[in-house]
């Protein structure tokens, strides 16, 4: 079945530094890739969508040039938390949808999550 | 805009059944989903429904009605492992997924 990597699971930064999250689709091209964010004990806030070879399209409130994503190739896809703060820390997940190389769709796909935890 | 609401909590017994309540207000319904997610993990997928109706699979049933903007999860025979949180997430145009504020479910014996 579809699955979809996410790295690092956890990780923790100093304050001002930069984070990069990645996530990576096995066996299936990741045509579109959703970032989400979630707060202890709240749901899933989707903060942007991108499509291979696109720019992102950001939900409102999400600072575009706060959170970098790239999704240069059909089976990777990057958030950046640039000059992280405190307030950054969450829980950060990745979702794929796309096809195999036999052209079947894939539904949605969930990485594993990163735990951001910014000091 | 979107406009997903669940319970915010539930609690159950152990072997028995147990329903989540899911409404939405979306424009360009496409779908709904419902996850199962247990506390720091990511979401596992349960059930979709696009069509009016119950799809049933296993112990878990899932309902939609479109026209009422309503869907509910059925989960029989509760299992202590059952107790997490409960993702109701709609499909909006194309490619969107915006999920409900999730319901946490506690199992107990």
């Known amino acids: 079945g579809a699955v979809v990597s996410q790295h690092p699971s956890r990780v923790i930064c100093k304050s001002g530094t930069s984070v990069k999250i990645e996530c990576r689709s096995l066996d299936f091209q990741a045509t579109t890739m959703f970032w989400y964010r979630q707060f202890p004990k709240k749901s899933l806030m989707l903060m942007a969508t991108s499509n291979e070879g696109s720019k992102a399209t950001y939900e409102q409130g999400v600072e575009k040039d706060k959170f970098l994503i790239n999704h240069a190739s059909l089976t990777l896809s990057t958030l950046t938390v640039t000059s992280a703060h405190p307030e950054d820390s969450s829980f950060y997940i990745c979702s794929a949808k796309g096809r195999d190389r036999q052209g079947e769709n894939y539904g949605y796909t969930f990485g594993s999550g990163t735990r951001l935890t910014v000091v | 805009g979107q406009n997903i609401d669940q319970p915010t909590e539930m609690t159950a017994t152990e072997g028995a059944i147990v329903q989540i309540n899911c409404t939405y207000q979306?424009?360009?319904?496409?779908?709904l989903f419902w996850y199962q997610q247990h506390a720091g993990e990511a979401p596992t997928f349960l059930s979709y429904?696009?069509?009016?109706g119950l799809e049933e699979k296993g112990r878990f049933s899932s309902f939609l009605s479109r026209s009422k903007g309503y869907s509910y999860l059925l989960l029989k025979e509760l299992q202590m492992k059952d107790s997490a949180s409960y993702l109701c997430?709609?499909?909006?145009?194309?490619?969107?997924?915006?999920f409900g504020t999730g319901t946490r479910l506690t199992v107990i014996p």
């Open positions: 979306t424009s360009g319904f496409n779908g």
């Open positions: 429904n696009v069509l009016d």
């Open positions: 997430a709609v499909k909006a145009g194309a490619n969107n997924l915006f």
